[in-house]
């Protein structure tokens, strides 16, 4: 009897909306960034490096084939929204912008996406966030219609 054998990495990069003063916040970070990843585990995939930048979150994920990628943001998107509310000591609304980019990459890039994805915050220190993304399209050549764009914070 034959299995299934399979190697998808992707990249998601996803924003927090721009209306909104919650932020992803530094002593946030790290809890929300683990909740991200056990979502992900218990969605038989594999997070492989993350980072929640305040306004936007950037993940590396082994993809389990039983998963769509759509199914996996959804999951990811709503269940970190309700863990920041039950969470947060602040009263702010907090959502993800509908959304987000989603990049393959090859085995051999792993450690160069990983690598990235891990030094976001001196990559932000030169670099906006709609700059990188706008960047990240056209690197993948990407074409998109710049009005269903992120809302970004940096305009």
Known sequence: MANT????????VFAVKRNHLSLIKEENRVSMEKYIC???????????????NPDHTHVLVGLHPSISVSE???????????????????????????????????HS??????????NQKEHHRKQVFKDEYLNMLKEAKIEYDSKYLFDFFDD
């Open 5 to 12: 054998y399979s190697q998808l990495y992707v990249h998601l």
């Open 72 to 106: 996996l943001i959804n999951k990811i998107k709503s269940n970190s929204s309700r863990f920041y509310h039950r969470n947060s000591a602040r009263n702010h609304f907090f959502a993800w912008q509908d959304g987000y980019g989603v990049f393959s990459n090859s």
């Open 38 to 52: 056990g979502i992900i585990s218990n969605c038989k995939s594999k997070p492989l490096a993350i980072y929640c």
């Open 109 to 118: 890039q792993i450690n160069k996406v990983y690598n990235y994805i891990m």
